[in-house]
C-alpha cells in the first residue's frame, strides 16, 4: 500500500485527489465546521491548478511516478513470493482503493488478506490511517475473511542495505565527493507529533542511524530534516529547505540528499528535493548537489519485503 497519485497532472483530477486526502481526519484533524469551508473555498480552489502544473514536470509516458514505482515493487515482490501467495497493490487515497483490492480477494477466494505498507516510520496521517480504515471494515463486518495491516519496520536490514545500494550506485557517477548528506523525511506538525509521543521522530532517527551505520558515514557529516510542511502551525524541525539554504554559510559547498522516508518516486522527490532543494542550495552560494533516487524495486529491498510478506 503506498499514499496514492492523481490519475493524471491535470486540475479536476488533483482536486478530487486532494479532495480525498484532506477530508481525511488523520491527515487534517481540524474541526470540520472550521476544515470544510477552507479545503472547499480556498484550498481546492487554488492548490489544484498549482499541484497539476508541478505533476506535468515530473508526469511519465507510463504515468505518475509513484504509480510507476509501486507497480514495479508489486512486481518484483510477486515474483519474488510466486506461488507461496497473490501480490497486488492498493491506494490508501485515489484508485485502486484498498476496499476494492480487499473485495477482490475476497471474490477471488483468498482465506485471509494481509496489507503491508510502504511507510517505514509510523505516523497517525500514514500508517495511523490505514490501520483505521481496517478497523472500520472489520467493524462494519463487511469482510468474512481476516484482515491485517502491517508496517515495515523503520530499520529493516534489507530496506537499509537497500536503499545503500541505490545510493551508492549513484554516487559512483556522480563527478563530485558530497562533503554532508542529508536524509529529509516528510514532516507532521508538532501537536500530532506531541500527540504521538514523537512515535514519528524516535523511527525517523532510527532509519538514520541504521543508515549511516550501512554507509559509514560519520553523523558529524550528515543531518536528518523534514520537508513537505503545509498550512500556518508549527512542524517539527530542522526544516529540510531552510537547512539547503544554511549549509553554504557553514562552509558546505556539496552535498548529497536521500528521501529515506519515500520508497518510491514523486513530487516529494522529484520537484521538491531535487529541483527546488537544488535550486535553494546553489542560490544560497552552494556549489554541488545531488538527490539520490528512491529505493523502489532494488533487489535487496525486494527480497526483504517479500520474507516480511511471507512471515505474516
Not at 509516458?61 to 507497480?71: A, E, F, I, Q
Not at 556522480?174 to 516528510?186: A, D, G, M, R, V
Not at 537547512?243 to 518510491?264: D, H, K, M, Q, Y
Request: glycine share 8%; net charge negative; proline share 6%.
Amino acid at each position: 500500500m503506498n499514499l496514492g497519485t492523481t490519475e493524471a497532472p491535470e486540475e479536476a483530477a488533483v482536486r478530487r485527489f486532494l479532495l480525498e486526502f484532506l477530508s481525511d481526519k488523520m491527515v487534517v484533524d481540524y474541526p470540520a465546521w472550521f476544515w470544510k469551508p477552507v479545503l472547499r473555498n480556498f484550498v481546492l480552489r487554488s492548490r489544484p491548478a498549482r499541484v497539476a502544473e508541478l505533476y506535468e514536470m515530473i508526469w511519465t509516458d507510463r504515468g505518475s511516478p509513484l504509480d510507476v514505482g509501486t507497480r514495479r515493487i508489486t512486481s518484483a515482490v510477486d515474483a519474488t513470493v510466486g506461488d507461496a501467495g497473490e501480490v497486488t497493490y492498493a491506494y490508501r487515497y485515489g484508485e485502486p482503493s484498498i476496499r476494492s483490492r480487499i473485495k477482490e480477494a475476497v471474490v477471488s477466494g483468498a482465506d485471509r488478506v494481509s496489507l503491508v505498507s510502504l511507510f517505514p516510520q509510523r505516523t497517525g496521517s500514514t500508517t495511523g490511517t490505514i490501520d483505521k480504515l481496517v478497523a472500520d471494515l472489520i467493524a462494519e463486518e463487511t469482510v468474512d475473511i481476516p484482515v491485517s495491516s502491517q508496517h515495515l519496520p523503520p530499520d529493516d536490514q534489507g530496506y537499509v542495505d537497500g536503499m545503500v545500494e541505490v545510493w551508492r550506485k549513484a554516487l559512483e557517477t556522480c563527478n563530485f565527493e558530497p562533503e554532508h548528506l542529508l536524509l529529509s523525511y516528510h514532516g507532521i506538525p508538532v501537536r500530532y507529533d506531541r500527540k504521538e509521543a514523537g512515535l514519528y521522530q524516535k523511527d525517523c532517527k532510527t532509519t538514520t542511524a541504521a543508515v549511516l551505520r550501512a554507509l559509514d558515514w560519520p553523523a558529524e557529516r550528515a543531518t536528518l530534516t523534514y520537508q513537505s510542511r503545509f498550512g500556518p502551525e508549527s512542524w517539527i524541525g530542522p526544516a529540510t529547505d531552510k537547512t539547503l539554504e544554511e549549509l553554504p554559510a557553514r562552509g558546505i559547498n556539496s552535498v548529497a540528499v536521500v528521501t529515506p522516508g519515500f520508497l518510491t518516486e514523486g513530487l516529494e522527490t522529484i520537484e521538491e528535493i531535487g529541483i527546488r532543494g537544488k535550486e535553494s542550495f546553489v542560490e544560497a552560494g552552494g556549489l554541488d548537489y545531488v538527490r539520490l533516487p528512491c529505493v523502489e524495486a532494488n533487489r535487496t529491498f525486494v527480497k526483504s519485503l517479500a520474507k516480511f510478506v511471507l512471515s505474516l
